[in-house]
């Protein structure tokens, strides 16, 4: 995006001093989020096996974690000494009508989204509580409002992220806040994954289901993840504290949905 120089929208300084951790940083949104963090100042620790090399700022640190292993969680909890800000994030599971799902199918998306975001959150909420402050993202999806056909399971995971995230504004301390972003038709390689599926079900065309996707939106194309990125920025700044348990959709329009 063309703004992401100098015509950035934050401060460089926004973010200063602030530790954040993002979950599935290696590519797609997860990386935008870095992106926007680092350049509002963050240091991050990104959830990857590698760090993205064009992070502005220094300290950044990758650590390579399976989302599925509560036990590795704990062990990444009690290696963190700092932690500002936290960014649920995890690769959505396989497309395809929901009632082709076996109840297997359920355990490892809901391991490695809920129960590692659950973890997760119970591990920082003391270290952000001690520095009387932090904001929680969780980046979910549109799907949580307006079902999306093919990804049955997905919307299921999502949903139930949602009310998770919902109940926890209820309860978290004053001093932090928790609030979704809902990415829509977004420019990443998990997109293409889905739209392979639908042209090996269905025989429309990749162009096709691209078309299709984009006349739904009404600002007329697909979302860059860094436009994501910076909404999911915005909310961890200081000055969104008054923003808690949102549901925050960055889908172009696409939504009929209130």
Not at 74 to 96: H, M, R, T
Not at 144 to 156: K, Y
Not at 216 to 244: K, N, Y
Request: hydrophobic share 40%; proline share 6%; charged share 15%.
């Amino acid at each position: 995006m063309d703004w992401l120089g100098k015509d950035y929208p934050f401060s460089s300084t926004a973010l200063a001093g602030m530790h954040a951790v993002v979950c599935g940083a290696s590519k797609g949104i997860g990386a935008a989020t870095c992106q926007m963090l680092a350049k509002a100042g963050a240091i991050i620790t990104a959830v990857s096996r590698n760090l993205i090399s064009t992070l502005p700022g220094t300290g950044h640190t990758a650590y390579p974690l399976d989302l599925e292993d509560q036990e590795a969680i704990g062990k990444f909890i009690s290696s963190i000494e700092k932690c500002d800000i936290l960014v649920n994030n995890a690769a959505g599971p396989p497309g395809g009508p929901l009632l082709e799902n076996s109840m297997e199918d359920f355990i490892a998306p809901l391991n490695r989204h809920l129960h590692a975001s659950h973890a997760l959150v119970k591990g920082v909420v003391p270290l952000m509580e001690k520095e009387g402050s932090g904001r929680i993202v969780n980046i979910v999806s549109t799907s949580v409002r307006e079902p999306i056909q093919n990804i049955g399971l997905s919307n299921t995971i999502r949903g139930a992220m949602a009310s998770w995230s919902k109940s926890l504004s209820r309860e978290l301390p004053n001093c932090i806040t928790i609030n979704n972003v809902l990415p829509g038709f977004t420019d990443t390689g998990r997109l293409g994954s889905l739209a392979k599926s639908i042209n090996e079900k269905t025989g429309k065309s990749i162009d096709e289901i691209h078309e299709g996707w984009i006349s739904q939106v009404p600002i007329g194309r697909l979302i860059d993840p860094l436009e994501t990125g910076a909404a999911i920025a915005f909310l961890c700044m200081p000055i969104s504290g008054g923003i808690r348990g949102i549901s925050l959709p960055v889908d172009g329009g696409r939504m009929r949905s209130i």
